[in-house]
């Protein structure tokens, strides 16, 4: 296997890269572009079908253009250039298509250009635009060009500690320890499915609270009892 360098590198890449929507007038090179539209062609697809089309918009009319078929696309024609994504199907080549979306948006923020994802609410009205025939699925088109440089100076607001991120706690004949403040947010806000997640279910908890309650309760009569024998 190829040594990889600048591991650190990637990391940093998606810790920054942010929605750039306000662009500079500095052109990109054609060599930039071919190493962004490189870089989307090597993504991974479901069973490596490729479901995608990659259209470079460079022309500025037709960027005019392409900004009518979405309703938050204000940005795309002070944009560099625009990739469309097209693709054959809908469903499952939609993922494929934001696995290729990510790679390209990746390999131009190392390159210092800044990008945005566009959607086309009127995929109609944007296929005309294009000559893209109907049978055709596009709804995205990524907006490129070199930050403006008043343009996001902050790293991107993302959720530190979300519920959905947990850590899978215990399997089959291992369980680690089970912090019960840690589970509550599991139990209300999401049903845990039990078998697949080694956490004990909704009835289980409950059964524990009741049974727990009888026991203070027990524990309660009796020192009231052995007051009683005291006196
Ligand atoms: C599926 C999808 C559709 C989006 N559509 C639009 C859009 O139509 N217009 C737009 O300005 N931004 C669009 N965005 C960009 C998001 O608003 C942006 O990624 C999000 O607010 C995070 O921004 P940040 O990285 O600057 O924090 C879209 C993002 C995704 C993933």
Known sequence: MQEIKGKAQVAEL????RATRQYSQQAVSEENIRTILNAGRRAQSSKNTQ?????????RETLKQLAEGGMYAAHVPHAAFAIALVTSEAGRPNFDLGQAAAYLQLAAW?????????????????????????DL???VVLSFGYPAPQEHPQPPKR????PLMKWCIGNAGHRSPILLNDLWPLFVKHKVDSKTSGLPNNA????????CLLLLW?????????????K
């Not at 250009?113 to 025939?133: D, F, N, Q, R």
């Not at 289980?204 to 049974?211: A, C, E, I, R, T």
């Not at 027990?218 to 005291?230: C, F, M």
């Open 14 to 17: 998606i810790r920054t890269q």
């Open 51 to 59: 479901p995608w089309q990659f259209i470079v918009v460079r022309d």
């Open 218 to 230: 027990y524990l309660l009569l009796l020192t009231t009892a052995q007051g009683a024998t005291e």
């Open 137 to 139: 699925e596009f709804h």
């Open 159 to 162: 959720t530190v500690a979300n």
């Open 110 to 134: 190392d390159l210092g250009i800044g990008s945005c994802i566009t959607w086309m609410h009127y995929p109609e009205k944007a296929k005309e635009v294009l000559h893209i025939p109907a």
């Open 204 to 211: 289980f908890v409950g059964h524990l609270f009741f049974w």
